[in-house]
């Protein structure tokens, strides 16, 4: 695990989950009708919240990304980012254990359907952001860690 703790693996880790999330808003931004569609498709939040939710989780998504990658408070971004990528991992479990043949609507690629892939798609990502929560002395960060 020292090889994980070098500042720059821990900059492009940053940089591509930073990267990720702010892709990954954008088509929820610009069409929140679908996105609560796809929310409403895993059938897990109470009617009517779903359209809270597209409108709050892209831009809480882009904000996070944001951080992530120009350096700015590193460790709220990532440790919203791991708190969301947990949400996304709960929520497409209980799609496939419900048997559910369904879009993610995750926004980083079209039609792409819930499945063991994006669990462990979504654990890299969350493993990403363990290791920049863990990092070494801070590399090309606004408001870095305080120890």
Do not use: H
Not at 27 to 34: A, E, Q
């Amino acid at each position: 695990m020292n090889f994980l703790q070098n500042k720059w693996i821990v900059l492009i880790f940053r940089l591509s989950l930073g990267v990720m999330f702010i892709y990954a808003s954008m088509d929820k931004i610009n069409d929140p009708r679908t996105f609560s569609n796809d929310i409403r498709a895993y059938q897990i939040v109470p009617f009517g919240f779903e359209n809270l939710l597209a409108i709050i989780l892209p831009w809480l998504e882009l904000l996070t990304g944001l951080g992530l990658v120009i350096g700015v408070m590193v460790d709220g971004a990532a440790l919203i980012s791991m708190g969301l990528l947990v949400m996304f991992i709960i929520a497409i479990s209980s799609a496939i254990l419900r048997g559910f043949n369904i879009e993610c609507g995750c926004g980083l690629k079209e039609g792409e359907i819930v499945g063991t892939q994006k669990l462990l798609e979504n654990t890299i990502f969350f493993l990403m952001g363990l290791c920049i929560i863990n990092r070494a002395p801070p590399k090309y960060e606004i408001f870095p860690k305080s120890d």
